[in-house]
């Protein structure tokens, strides 16, 4: 079975400065997809970024970036320059990649996420 | 389109009574999930489907839950005789079939929020 821990409840964080929100995973899986959400009051999940399993680069998007550590099972995000619309739930979660013969490519499993606060 | 859209955003019923919420995907999506959100946790899977099929149905989804997709359209989500334990937002999200790469997000709606009272 798959499991997303996210061990920050909450996180602050000034205004224009970078922050690492942790995440770690456990999988018997290979192949497997890493994401990223934000959740804010409104209540939407917002995709962020994702990383694959066998992807060699870590994948940024504008000012997100994940830390992929395949070996140690972390795939950190890293929001540089915050911004106050950063302040939000994030939730980590994982996607197994295949599909078929015990794979399920389409079920997200979240962790309990963090809350981030970015004080002016 | 604008996205995937629930409905209604807030729901407050008594125990007891039946609910039934709304999910529109977005067009084309021919995959539709339903997720539980309860307060300090992070979404848990309820039910899948492709198209008009439903492929997997979580154990949190009990006998008091039944999820429809007639059409392969839109999808509703109905709860009998709700327990207070019911209470938690109710998320739905929508995706194309995968790519090779098993990349592909899944776009959510803002969610139900329902009270059982």
């Known amino acids: 079975a798959q499991k997303i821990t996210q061990t920050q409840p909450g996180m602050f964080v000034q205004e224009k400065e970078a922050v690492t929100l942790d995440c770690t995973y456990d999988?018997?899986?290979?192949?497997?997809?890493l994401f990223w959400y934000k959740q804010p009051s409104s209540g939407e999940m917002i995709f962020l970024i994702y990383q694959g399993s066998y992807d060699e680069q870590n994948a940024t998007e504008g000012r997100y970036s994940l830390n992929f550590q395949k070996a140690r099972k972390s795939a950190n995000l890293v929001i540089s320059a915050s911004q106050l619309g950063d302040s939000a739930m994030y939730f980590c979660?994982?996607?197994?990649?295949?599909?078929?013969?015990?794979?399920?490519?389409?079920?997200?499993?979240f962790g309990k996420g963090t809350l981030l606060t970015v004080n002016p | 389109d604008t996205g995937v859209s629930q409905d209604p955003r807030h729901k407050i019923t008594k125990r007891g009574q039946n609910v039934t919420f709304r999910c529109d995907p977005i067009s084309e999506h021919n995959r539709l999930y339903w997720y539980r959100q309860t307060l300090g946790q992070g979404p848990e899977f309820l039910t899948y489907?492709?198209?008009?099929?439903?492929?997997?149905k979580s154990r949190l989804l009990s006998d008091r839950f039944s999820a429809e997709r007639p059409k392969g359209s839109f999808s509703t989500l109905e709860i009998q005789r709700t327990e207070q334990g019911d209470s938690a937002m109710y998320l739905c999200?929508?995706?194309?079939?995968?790519?090779?790469?098993?990349?592909?997000?899944?776009?959510f709606g803002q969610g139900t929020r329902l009270t059982v009272v």
């Open positions: 489907f492709q198209n008009e099929a439903q492929l997997e």
């Open positions: 979660a994982m996607r197994d990649a295949r599909d078929g013969s015990g794979g399920s490519n389409y079920k997200l499993t």
């Open positions: 999200a929508s995706s194309p079939n995968q790519g090779a790469g098993g990349n592909t997000e899944a776009f």
């Open positions: 999988t018997s899986d290979q192949s497997y997809g």
